[in-house]
């Protein structure tokens, strides 16, 4: 059984005062909407977890009752940080669950066959994670002043959800980041902790985290897209 846990805890302070970024209109829906239904459409996915900040349920509860939803679904509170949110979404699941794709709420663009790819091939793996190489060159400062070195960008991957897991390395990987007191902004870093490889997920499609006002714009058009053919996402190994 394969359980998705969508991360709906935070409020995004990059997209201004008083605005949930989740709950913004893209294209006559909230963003949070499109990637629930996205998960909820995707064959690979028996039931979804949403974490949500606590005193929110009541706004997905009506939330779901305007779509149209096949899967079960529960609600849970998130924690302080992402990784306290995921880790009670871990908590939650179906005793029957075996591999967990985690997505990030502010993702709603993510297509049913990056889902596909990426659950397969944590299946078979132990862990993968949605990725697009990086093609800007990027330089390295450690005072945001001048740069200090250019790094090579033909080893480098700008990491996405969703990342999937066997539920045992996840929950593995994120006690260890508990017991050492670290912090971690994506769930592959667990992984690295224990030494659990985690395979590349080549993203095709734009796959874009709704940040700052722009992007609302540009998941807009992108959903306006959707319908024209699409390429497979790659495994790379």
């Known amino acids: ?48 977890i949403l974490v949500v900040r606590d005193g929110m349920q009541s706004a997905f509860q009506d939330l779901a009752k305007g779509l149209a939803l096949k899967k079960p679904f529960r609600l849970v509170a998130g924690g302080a940080e992402r990784q306290d949110s995921v880790w ?40 993968a994670v949605a990725a697009q190489p990086v093609t800007d060159t990027i330089k390295e400062s450690a005072n945001s002043k001048v740069i200090d070195r250019t790094l090579d960008r033909s080893k480098l991957w700008a990491v996405q959800t969703p990342q999937a897991f066997h539920l045992e390395i996840i929950h593995r990987g994120l006690a260890e980041v508990k017991k050492r007191g670290m912090h971690v902004t994506d ?51």
Not at 108 to 127: D, H
């Open 187 to 237: 769930d592959t870093a667990a992984c690295e902790l224990i030494g659990q490889k985690v395979h590349l997920i080549s993203s095709i499609q734009p796959n874009p985290k709704i940040t700052t006002p722009e992007d609302i714009a540009y998941a807009a058009l992108l959903l306006q897209r959707e319908g024209m053919t699409t390429q497979a996402p790659r495994l790379r190994r």
């Open 88 to 127: 009670n979404g871990l908590h939650a699941v179906s005793d029957a669950t075996e591999i967990v794709a985690i997505q990030d709420g502010a993702r709603p663009c993510t297509s049913l066959a990056l889902i596909e790819a990426t659950v397969e091939a944590a299946r078979e793996c132990g862990a």
């Open 1 to 48: 059984m394969t359980t998705a846990i969508i991360v709906a805890a935070g409020k995004g302070t990059r997209m201004g005062p008083n605005a949930d970024k989740l709950f913004l209109d893209i294209a006559g829906r909230p963003v949070v909407a499109h990637t629930w239904q996205r998960f909820d459409d995707a064959n690979c996915i028996q039931e979804i």
